[in-house]
T-cell receptor, first 115, second 111 residues
Framework: DSGVTQTPKHLITATGQRVTLRCSPR?????VYWYQQSLDQGLQFLIQ???????AKGNILERFSAQQFPDLHSELNLSSLELGDSALYFC??????????????FGPGTRLTVL | GQNIDQPTEMTATEGAIVQINCTYQ??????LFWYQQHAGEAPTFLSY????GLEEKGRFSSFLSRSKGYSYLLLKELQMKDSASYLC????????????FGRGTSLIVHP
């Protein structure tokens, strides 16, 4: 158990809908990262927040957005869902923003199925 | 950008030793991670190398050669539970320090 929690574990929804995924980082970690993992793409970095502020952006679609709240939990919002958005979504956390030895610890993931 | 290469799949026998290779090309280097991921589960951290050489941690060891852009993960005394995907991730220097993940090597351990 990494100490990172994610809810829900599974989510099934229809195309065109909007969903929110939630993540709580390990105690003491200020950075939260979101990743998407699909069978044909591997683990793709979406976005990073550090202490409430966006710090880095990866391959995140305009239909997707995220935020980190004052209590450091984070939410990833996915809208206008398409079949291709079906994937595992992982949240990871780490202590710092960009320390050279910073290690990411991953939550259990949310499996999103878009029908 | 970064380019990370790992074999897609490997098989090995319980009790044996297996070496999973990772080659990378990156503009600037600031560390290499290995993660283990069982199907449908979270990646779990195994090791971090930033200097050349071998780091040993129980049955798992990780090696790095920065000049060759090469790393390997060595698993000894293989157990059935070691059947998983092994992800190599490289952190470039500068910028956000966020590691880029390879596609992973699926290891199948059979009796």
């Amino acid at each position: 158990d990494s100490g990172v929690t994610q809810t829900p574990k599974h989510l099934i929804t229809a195309t065109g809908q909007r969903v929110t995924l939630r993540c709580s980082p390990r105690s003491g970690d200020l950075s939260v990262y979101w990743y998407q993992q699909s069978l044909d793409q591997g683990l793709q970095f979406l976005i990073q927040y550090y202490n409430g502020e966006e710090r880095a952006k990866g391959n995140i679609l305009e239909r997707f957005s995220a935020q980190q709240f004052p209590d450091l939990h984070s939410e990833l919002n996915l809208s206008s869902l398409e079949l291709g958005d079906s994937a595992l979504y992982f949240c990871a956390s780490s202590v710092a923003s960009s320390a050279r030895t910073d290690t990411q610890y991953f939550g259990p993931g949310t499996r999103l199925t878009v029908l | 950008g970064q380019n990370i290469d790992q074999p897609t799949e490997m098989t090995a026998t319980e009790g044996a030793i297996v070496q999973i290779n990772c080659t990378y090309q990156t503009s600037g280097f600031n560390g290499l991670f290995w993660y283990q991921q069982h199907a449908g589960e979270a990646p779990t951290f195994l090791s971090y190398n930033v200097l050349d050489g071998l780091e040993e941690k129980g049955r798992f060891s990780s090696f790095l050669s920065r000049s060759k852009g090469y790393s390997y993960l060595l698993l000894k005394e293989l157990q059935m539970k070691d059947s998983a995907s092994y992800l190599c991730a490289v952190r470039a220097s500068g910028g956000s320090y966020i590691p880029t993940f390879g596609r992973g090597t699926s290891l199948i351990v059979h009796p």
